[in-house]
Every structure is written in C-alpha cells, then in structure tokens.
C-alpha cells in the first residue's frame, strides 16, 4: 500500500472532533491536585446549579436567600460564614423536598472554659422542615459556621455541620 499524507489542519480537526468517554471503573488516581471552587454570595437572591455541586458557598455578611435545586442523590452543597452574618441568610429547598438533620450549636462564648459534659447543645429536626436561617445572633451565622446539605434522596437533603450563634440558641429549622 502506498502512504498517503494529510494535512496538518485535518488532523486537528479529527483530533478536536474525537469525542470519548474514559471509563475509569475502579480507577485511583494519585497525586491530583484539586482546588474546591468557592462561590463568595453577595447577592440577595442566588440558585445553585446541579453543576456547582461540591462547592462552597460563602456567606460574607450581606442578606442572601438561597434555593437549593431539585434533590438529586449525591449533590452536596457546603455554606460558610465568611464573616458575622450582619442580616439573614436563608437556605430553602424546592417545594417537594425536605430537609432533616442535626447541627452541633455553640455560642461564641462556649469554649473548653465553660463547656460541662452536661451541656446539650443539638439544633435536629424532622423531615417536614424546608427552610434554614441563619440571622447572625440566636440563629447562628457568626464568623465560623459551617453547614453541609447532602441530597439524600430524590426528594430529602440531610443537613450537618457546625452553627455558631450568640445568646440563648435557636433552631434554624422552620
């Protein structure tokens, strides 16, 4: 058989057009360096997509409701408090799913100094709960909060994480 030769652009072209899939099965990948991505909400309103799972969202002191999509199994949603809340954040869910949980509470003031072993300090609720707030005082939402929303099911979020308040602690749940 003779050779026969092509262009540089061709191959380009066939090699931009190659679309595959890799199948990595029970794969381990080593020595990959993966950056969380971290979105900063400073605006009043914000709805996370399907594809910012695995993200950090950062509650920098401004007033933000967020609405978490549609449950889908696996998707996991991580809020902070990048400083003390200074108005109410919210985090709600659609109107078919729920949210169920439980928070370790603390106050700013609840340290290794004045902590018994007597002390309860659990934020839980059951499923028929769909909105949490955090409003920087008895809610939570000072500098240090960190709550995880993991879609369970189609249809439920498990809530935990760490709220840091002020005052005489309330639930978050409503």
Request: aromatic content about 6%; overall charge negative.
């Amino acid at each position: 058989m003779g050779t026969k030769r092509i262009g540089l652009a061709r191959v380009q072209g066939l090699i931009e057009n190659l679309k595959r899939d890799l199948n990595m099965n029970a794969a381990t990948l080593r020595n990959v360096a993966v950056k969380k991505n971290v979105v900063q909400l400073t605006e009043t309103t914000y709805a996370p997509t399907a594809e910012e799972s695995g993200t950090i969202f950062a509650f920098v002191g401004d007033e933000c409701t967020v609405t978490l999509p549609q449950a889908a199994v696996g998707l996991e949603y991580t809020f902070v408090c990048a400083a003390t809340a200074h108005a109410t954040s919210v985090i709600t869910t659609q109107t078919a799913d729920g949210l169920a949980g439980a928070l370790i509470c603390t106050t700013a003031a609840l340290n290794n100094t004045n902590l018994t072993n007597t002390t309860s300090i659990i934020d839980s609720w059951a499923t028929t709960i769909d909105t949490f707030t955090l409003n920087g005082t008895t809610q939570g939402g000072l500098l240090g909060t960190q709550v995880t929303f993991t879609a369970v099911s189609d249809s439920m979020w498990n809530v935990s994480g760490i709220k840091i308040g002020s005052g005489t602690l309330v639930t978050s749940a409503s």
